[in-house]
């Protein structure tokens, strides 16, 4: 007796992160033996299979020939962030001076679970210096400060936000009052 199982399966996970799945039963094929036999599985069909790859075994029972195919639940949603800070203006008080400035990390989870890889980067028009813990030193100008959230299945989402270094350069003008004086002098023509 010769068991068949069914294709690998692929499907999406639900809302819930987890899918119920129902697939054909085992083809089996017979040369000239008794076709009363039963088949097991160790998976029922429309059980609920979380976000993976899950291998099912089917066998026949009076023999010991058995398939197997897997299910692949996969999962399409994105990393979430929460708190992912606001773009921010930092005064600084000359156009050479770093400014400290510090935030709180965004939270990056996913759906599935499991932990996220994440990605920091900072890209600055000018001199500046920042890291992931949520702080760094900027100068005049604009810094993107970025997140990248990747999960196991590739899915990912960013958290950006712009830290700009405004300048609040004072310009002092001198003003100069220059003391005058315009003598005046009355002539006064007497008849003679």
Known sequence: VNI??????????????????????PVLSFSGVDQSVTVISDHDQGQRFDIGTTLVTNR???????????VTV?????????GCPDDVIIPVTSSSQLVTHSWIPPILTDNSG????????????????CNRAGNGSFAVGDTTVRYT????????????????????????????????????????????
């Open 149 to 192: 959230a990747r999960d196991m299945s590739e899915n990912r989402n960013v958290c950006a936000f712009t830290v700009t270094g405004l300048c609040i350069c004072l310009s002092v003008q001198f003003l100069v009052f220059v003391e005058c004086s315009i003598e005046y002098k009355d002539e006064i023509e007497k008849p003679v």
């Open 4 to 25: 068949i199982c069914p294709e690998n399966i692929t499907v999406s996970a639900n809302l819930n992160n987890f899918a119920y799945v129902f697939w054909s039963p």
């Open 74 to 82: 996969k999962d399409d949603e994105p990393p979430k962030v929460s």
């Open 60 to 70: 026949i029972l009076e023999t010991e020939s058995q398939c197997q195919f897997s």
């Open 114 to 129: 499991q932990d996220v890889s994440v990605t920091f980067n900072c890209s600055p028009t000018t001199f500046s210096e």
